[in-house]
């Protein structure tokens, strides 16, 4: 998810520039094409790492729960909660 999540924002980001943003001063200055790039990448991961802490919690929560519970709430959990953080931070 970490990878999806990372080319997800990427295309976001790249529509955005070409939709709102002026292509020529990106052009003008080549140098700090690197450091935009980088700078970009840090932020996306810092948001998805930030989403994947409710993850964290659900599977430390199986400490305490019984395996064939836990790998089925898993599944719905997952299954609703990806699609719907993607989008709601894709829309923001």
Same mark, same amino acid.
């Given at each position: 998810m970490l990878i999806l999540? +990372?080319? +997800? /924002? %990427?295309? +976001?980001? !790249? %529509? /955005? !520039? !070409?939709r709102f943003g002026e292509l020529g001063t990106l052009l003008n200055s080549p140098k700090s094409l690197p450091l935009l790039i980088y700078n970009a990448f840090r932020f996306d991961a810092q948001v998805i790492a930030y989403l994947m802490i409710p993850i964290v919690i659900w599977f430390l929560a199986n400490v305490f729960t019984p395996k064939e519970k836990f790998i089925k709430a898993s599944l719905t959990f997952f299954q609703y909660y990806f699609p719907s953080v993607f989008t709601l931070i894709a829309i923001v």
């Open positions: 999540g +990372l080319v +997800l /924002f %990427a295309l +976001l980001r !790249i %529509a /955005f !520039i !070409i």
